[in-house]
C-alpha cells in the first residue's frame, strides 16, 4: 500500500499546469469599457472580483442577460482595444500570505490535507513550518504548482492580451492605486472591500526563506522592483 501511495502521489506530482489555460482563466472583462482585469492570485484578486461582481453583475455565463462582465473564455474576445489592468504584491510577501492562508488555516480546521489541492500535491501538509513550506513552493517550478504559486509575470506579461500590463495595482498600495484608476474609470466601484483577512500571526522572517523566494521569483523581483522584507 505505501508503494502504491507513492506512486500515486508521484503521479500527481508530474502533473503539468497548462500555463496558456491559466492566462486565459484570469480575464475578467468589461467590455463596453474597454477593459480587462487579470485577477492575480495572493494580490487582491478576491476583493477585485467581488467589487466588479457587485457593480456589474455576474461574469458567470447565463446568470443574467443585462450582465456587463464577462469572462475571455465566453468567446474570442479582441483585447488589442483594452486596457490592461492587473493587480501585484511582493513576491515575499504574496508567499508569507499563502502560507498564513492555506496552511495555518488548515491545521486551524483540523485538517491534515491543504486545500487547493495543488498545495497538497507539490508535497504541503497542514503541520509544516514555514521553512519548510518555503522550501517545497521554491522546490516546484510554474508548471508544477498551484495556481497561487505560479509567478506574477505570467500574469502581467500575457500573450492572451498582447504585451505588458497597461495598469499595476500594488497590493501595498492598493487604496490609493484603485482611487487613481477611478480617475480613468469613474463608474468603477468606489472602494475595494477587505477580504480573506487573517486571524494568524505572520511567520518571521529567515535569510534562507528570503533567499529562496528572491532566487525562485527573480523575475518577478526584477520586473516590479520589490526589495527584500526586513529580517
Not at 20 to 26: I, K, L, S, T, V
Not at 132 to 154: P, R
Not at 168 to 188: I, N, Q, S, V
Amino acid at each position: 500500500m505505501l508503494s502504491l501511495a507513492l506512486s500515486m502521489y508521484q503521479l500527481k506530482s508530474l502533473l503539468m499546469m497548462d500555463i496558456r489555460a491559466f492566462q486565459e482563466n484570469r480575464l475578467w472583462i468589461i467590455p463596453g469599457w474597454r477593459v480587462v482585469f487579470a485577477m492575480m492570485p495572493k494580490a487582491a484578486c478576491t476583493s477585485i472580483k467581488i467589487a466588479l461582481r457587485e457593480k456589474f453583475g455576474s461574469e458567470k455565463p447565463g446568470d443574467n442577460s443585462g450582465r456587463k462582465l464577462f469572462r475571455y473564455r465566453d468567446k474570442a474576445w479582441d483585447l488589442s482595444v483594452c486596457m490592461r489592468i492587473t493587480s501585484v504584491r511582493s513576491p515575499w510577501e504574496r508567499i508569507r500570505s499563502l502560507y498564513v492562508d492555506k496552511i495555518l488555516g488548515s491545521r486551524d480546521a483540523g485538517h491534515k490535507l491543504i486545500k487547493p489541492i495543488g498545495l497538497d500535491n507539490i508535497g504541503c501538509f497542514a503541520e509544516m513550518s514555514f521553512g519548510e513550506f518555503v522550501e517545497v513552493v521554491c522546490a516546484a517550478s510554474d508548471t508544477q504548482t498551484d495556481k497561487h504559486l505560479i509567478s506574477q509575470y505570467h500574469v502581467i506579461e500575457s500573450p492572451v492580451w498582447g504585451g505588458a500590463a497597461d495598469v499595476m495595482l500594488r497590493f501595498e498600495g492598493m487604496a490609493h492605486d484603485w482611487t487613481k484608476l477611478r480617475e480613468l474609470y469613474p463608474l468603477l466601484p468606489k472602494e475595494l472591500g477587505t477580504h480573506n483577512v487573517s486571524q494568524f500571526e505572520k511567520p518571521d522572517w529567515t535569510p534562507n526563506a528570503i533567499k529562496l523566494i528572491g532566487d525562485r521569483y527573480a523575475r518577478d523581483v526584477a520586473l516590479l522592483n520589490y526589495g527584500e522584507p526586513p529580517l
